[in-house]
């Protein structure tokens, strides 16, 4: 395990080989680095693959909830930790939450960027769940009720399923997400952390088109969190994207995909 020690917190990270060819790899909220595990028997030995520990995640640490994660300030934590393991060209992988800080990462390092691997990012269609996050005032004060007060809620989504105005996918992920105060301190504390992290997709997919950054983007079948739906635009802006729908949910869909990607001999 190594560590980023930075100014905002410690940032959790292994490195897995020795080639010239980097790759970030960023996880979902939720996770941590072994939701990568699979993905470590495509590196070649060309290929060195970051895995990291999101801030609120796994090993890594953030210092205080009042400190927001701006764009800034991971700037800065990247530039940090390209001086560290000595590397300037990179690939992003990113799944889910992870997605979106590929994003963010493309936007301010587009030049460095060699390619894109998205697993139903977040950040380019915005959910419910991040949009009441960021409420302002007393609605941002409803949310902490809700994530630390949750029973008449889980009660309420559950009055909705029944009438059928809730599927069953959306109450199963939210109560995996939300089960032990823990994990609703979890989600809390994250989305208010990393809440000015907002891809701006216009420029993204400008500078994407002119420097014709190779991307792919894998979505699940039956994900109802991110849906193919919800990035078709975002595709459509970017002719040579290539997108894949896989026999998959949202909480499979990196395992589908490394069995995907194995299975073309294809290496993110």
């Known amino acids: 395990m190594e560590f980023l020690e930075t100014t905002f917190g410690h940032l959790a990270y292994k490195k897995h080989g020795t080639g010239q060819n980097i790759h970030l790899l960023f996880h979902g909220f939720g996770q941590n680095m072994k939701a990568y595990d699979s993905f470590l028997t495509l590196r070649r030995e060309t290929d060195t693959y970051l895995v990291f520990d999101m801030f609120y995640h796994g090993q890594s640490s953030w210092k ?59 950040g380019i269609k915005t959910g419910f769940w991040y949009n009441m996050a960021t409420f302002p005032g007393i609605l941002n004060r409803l949310f902490r009720h ?37 994990k609703r301190a979890q989600v809390y504390f994250t989305w208010n952390v990393f809440k000015p992290l907002r891809p701006d997709l216009g420029l993204i997919i400008k500078t994407i088109r002119m420097n014709q950054t190779p991307i792919s983007l894998f979505t699940g079948q039956f994900d109802k969190m991110i849906t193919s739906d919800n990035l078709s635009r975002f595709n ?28 073309k001999n294809q290496i993110p």
């Open 64 to 122: 205080s909830v009042n400190q927001k994660l701006t764009k800034a300030i991971w700037r800065e934590i990247v530039l940090q930790l390209m001086q560290k393991e000595k590397f300037e060209k990179f690939h992003l992988v990113g799944y889910s939450m992870g997605g979106k800080f590929c994003l963010i990462t493309y936007e301010l390092f587009p030049n460095f960027v060699q390619s894109l691997l998205l697993m139903a990012p977040d």
């Open 236 to 263: 459509s802006k970017i002719p040579h994207l290539l997108m894949f729908e896989l026999n998959s949910g949202h909480n499979t869909l990196i395992e589908e995909t490394f069995n995907f990607l194995s299975s």
């Open 146 to 182: 809700v994530v630390f007060h949750p029973e008449r809620f889980f009660r309420t989504m559950d009055f909705f399923h029944r009438l059928g105005l809730l599927q069953s996918s959306l109450i199963k992920f939210v109560k995996s997400q939300m089960g032990t105060r823990k």
